[in-house]
Nanobody, 114 residues
Framework: QVQLVESGGGLVQPGGSLRLSCATS????????MSWYRQAAGKERELVAA????????RYADSVKGRFTISRDNAQNTVTLQMNSLKPEDTAVYYC???????WGQGTQVTVSS
C-alpha cells in the first residue's frame, strides 16, 4: 500500500535550519509530482512547496521563498525540504503529499523558538 513517512522535524532556534525527508513506497514515485504542506495550530493546512516528477520548475509559498528548497531523489523515492533561516512563524506540523492524490504522511513537528 501507499506509504509516506516524514522525518527530520524538531526544535530549532530562530535563524536555524532543519532538513525534512519523506520516504515513500507503494507507487511509482518517479512519475508523480510531490508536495510539502504545513499546518500551524488553529490554522488551515497550506501548501509550502511542490516539485514535478522531473525535479524542475519547483514552486513555493511566498512566505518561504528564498529560505526553503524542495528536492527529490527518484532513485531513493524520497522528497526533501531544506529549511533555512527559520522563523517562529514557520512552527507547524509539516506533511508530505502525493500531489493530486489523497495520500499524506503522518506529519513531523517543526518548532522554531528561542
Amino acid at each position: 500500500q501507499v506509504q509516506l513517512v516524514e522525518s527530520g522535524g524538531g526544535l530549532v532556534q530562530p535563524g536555524g535550519s532543519l532538513r525534512l525527508s519523506c520516504a515513500t513506497s507503494g507507487f511509482t514515485f518517479s512519475t508523480y509530482a510531490m508536495s510539502w504542506y504545513r499546518q500551524a495550530a488553529g490554522k488551515e493546512r497550506e501548501l509550502v512547496a511542490a516539485i514535478p516528477s522531473s525535479g524542475g520548475s519547483t514552486r513555493y509559498a511566498d512566505s518561504v521563498k528564498g529560505r526553503f528548497t524542495i528536492s527529490r531523489d527518484n532513485a531513493q523515492n524520497t522528497v526533501t525540504l531544506q529549511m533555512n533561516s527559520l522563523k517562529p512563524e514557520d512552527t507547524a506540523v509539516y506533511y508530505c503529499k502525493w500531489t493530486g492524490y489523497d495520500y499524506w504522511g503522518q506529519g513531523t513537528q517543526v518548532t522554531v523558538s528561542s
